[in-house]
């Protein structure tokens, strides 16, 4: 695209901008001061368990809205129409099922560790494995969140790559260290209203700089861009009214059991504040997605040369669905000519441009599809194209793009410290003291600090795997394939456990092991064999299908293998599963309500409550802290 048509940034736009990375760092020093600072794990990873639901539901938005959002959902809608849309149907019925059966049995556990469930109900290696998939994904996919919008910024208003990621990746870091999760939620806030901000302001005079909502609505009707149900059902169509309502759904809920949202459960200081955060996830998301996506019926609207086939996003990843540059040279030359407009010429270099001298019916002079490499640059380009006159507008924007990217990586970071922390370290420490026949020392203190440190060392390395990120191309792609195949498995295991009490450790591994291998082959294998017409029938499944399809084998393998086990080793029928590690409505039906009450108990864990049955000696100890008739729950 021509730099001509593109804005500097001035004065006031370094201003708006450098203020919203210095309060987010400001945050970050006040958290490391007040209450007496950062001294234990409690309060380095959980915020002393003392968090209201408003600041966690804003936090929980902004965690998972990342930059690859912002600029890749108005990207998909320009190109693609508002089918995408229909996604915010399944979240009608998702943030329910979270509030009202999931979060429940989160938060009543007492956890640090989201996969801390996994030894808990089944064994310290299904445990470990999901420990470590995830520290791979989220350090992996924290780069790409850092490396996406840097590209795109650069593209547009030369804003070099390297600041963008050096700016984000050592702000994001230094206040994650020194303030932990308060920080980390606290700065979400601000964060969240900066980006809402931005997007009405972008919206509003979008709307106006393309003729008024009436010409934009008319426009993208006119033109089939409002293509909400065009397609009601296809397993294997990219896009389908079912697959967003309901695969979207199983595509969302590994979201919501991942370690980033657990860990804000826990930091909550009652159930119902978690579900609280959890319920407004609703309305906020009901806001936050169609503005989103209505930008990109904006930018179509404006971009008027509507008869031109526009290229897909080329790093898209928010769906993890990838097209390449050679997209436009491999149509066929009878179907460019057969969708163009009568005087339009391209030209075919990965992007193209549309050359007209006509003149709209309605007056309007077209404007044409900036010459991109991707169209995730759109939105910048806009902004900075049409507004970069407007003192701070562009920073504003810039801003927003940023405080994603900030949200995203900071939530990554606390989740992966405390994953490390509980699930790797810690029983690092026992099984060392087992092999050498010696007590576990406990130091508080300590850990708090190998967390912080953690926390440095992970931004390093994020920033680093951003750098490598920029020069891996398909590997990017693989790795974010990855990231959405393996969402499924952690649920179907989540599942089993939750909701089928005859599951049992054989039967949760193979069906993860196999699930996660399913899903991975599939997807890389639509990838790979993309442009192959003898590619097998599996690979065309839709995207929006792969969480559901692993989880659906992780599932139904996990019931299968769990019979099969129990009747080769019948002693394992004796065990009893602990009511607390069920849903809600599988436990006791007499006791429901005193399980509840059970729940909020604050000062004892799970694990430490079972302890409370295990000898005499220990339920003499404890008879001061937990009271007789709470006991017997545990029995």
């Known amino acids: 695209m021509s730099q001509t048509e593109v804005h500097d940034f001035g004065v006031v736009d370094y201003v708006v901008f450098s203020a919203m990375l210095a309060i987010s760092a400001a945050t970050g020093i006040y958290h490391a001061f007040a209450r007496g600072g950062q001294h234990t794990t409690s309060q380095f990873l959980l915020a002393d368990r003392e968090m209201s639901g408003v600041p966690i539901a804003m936090s929980l938005v902004v965690s998972f809205l990342s930059p690859i959002t912002i600029l890749g959902m108005p990207a998909e809608t320009f190109v693609n129409g508002a089918q995408y849309s229909i996604y915010v149907l399944c979240i009608l019925w998702v943030f329910p099922v979270v509030a009202l059966i999931l979060v429940p049995v989160f938060h009543g556990l007492k956890l640090t560790s989201a996969y801390e469930y996994m030894s808990l109900r089944f064994h310290f290696s299904l445990r470990i494995i999901s420990s470590i998939l995830f520290i791979i994904q989220t350090a992996f996919y924290m780069a ?171 790093n898209y990843t928010m769906a993890n669905y990838s097209y390449h540059s050679d997209f436009i040279t491999e149509m066929p030359y009878e179907v460019l000519q057969s969708t163009t407009a009568p005087n339009s010429s391209f030209n075919i270099t990965g992007n193209f441009s549309l050359a007209t001298s006509s003149v709209l019916e309605n007056g309007i002079e077209p404007r044409y599809v900036p010459d991109y490499s991707s169209a995730d640059q759109i939105m910048v380009y806009f902004v900075s194209s049409q507004f970069g006159v407007i003192p701070g507008l562009q920073g504003l924007f810039v801003a927003c793009i940023f405080a994603g990217t900030l949200s995203t990586m900071s939530s990554g970071l606390n989740a992966l410290i405390a ?177 509840q009450q059970a729940e909020e108990i604050e000062p004892m864990t799970l694990k430490e409550l079972k302890r409370v049955n295990s000898a005499d000696e220990e339920q003499e100890e404890l008879n001061g802290i937990i009271p007789n008739q709470q006991k017997e729950y545990f029995l």
Request: aromatic fraction near 12%.
């Open 144 to 314: 790409v969140t850092l490396i996406g919008p840097a590209l795109a910024i650069e593209a547009v208003i030369q804003f070099a790559v390297w600041k963008t990621v050096l700016i984000t990746g050592l702000i994001c870091t230094f206040y994650t260290t020194i303030g932990g999760m308060r920080a980390v939620i606290w700065t979400d806030v601000f964060q969240f209203f900066v980006i809402v901000g931005s997007f009405i302001t972008v919206i509003v005079l979008g709307v106006i700089k393309a003729g008024g909502m009436e010409y934009v609505w008319e426009t993208n009707k006119q033109d089939g861009r409002l293509n909400f149900f065009e397609t009601p059902f296809g397993i294997t169509t990219r896009l389908s009214a079912v697959a967003l309502a309901v695969g979207g759904g199983m595509n969302t809920f590994p979201l919501y059991i991942s370690q980033t949202a657990v860990q804000r459960y826990a930091a909550s200081k009652s159930l119902r504040q978690a579900q609280i955060a959890v319920a407004l996830n609703l309305p906020f998301q009901l806001i936050m997605l169609p503005m989103v996506y209505f930008t990109g019926l904006v930018l179509y609207a404006f971009y008027n040369n509507a008869m031109t086939p526009l290229m897909p996003p080329l």
């Open 419 to 595: 994953v490390t922390l509980e699930d790797i370290i810690k029983p690092f420490r026992r099984w060392r003291a087992s092999r050498c026949h010696s007590e576990v020392h406990q130091n508080d203190a300590r850990d708090t600090l190998v967390s912080k440190v953690m926390t440095f060392v992970y931004g390093a390395i994020t920033i680093g795997l951003a750098f490598v990120a920029s020069f891996m191309g398909p590997f990017v792609v693989i790795s974010n394939t990855i990231f959405g195949t393996s969402g499924g498995p952690l649920l179907g295991v989540f599942t089993l456990g939750m909701f089928y009490k005859r599951s049992n450790t054989c039967g949760a591994l193979i069906g993860m092991v196999v699930g996660f291998c399913c899903g991975l082959w599939v997807s890389v294998g639509a990838i790979v064999t993309k442009n192959s017409d003898d590619a097998l029938e599996i690979y065309k499944l839709s995207f929006m299908w792969y969480s559901t399809f692993s989880w659906s084998i992780t599932v139904i393998l996990g019931i299968t293998s769990s019979e099969i086990y129990r009747c080769i080793k019948p002693s394992i029928t004796a065990l009893e599963i602990d009511p607390m590690l069920l849903v809600t409505f599988l436990r006791p039906t007499t006791r429901r309500g005193e399980y």
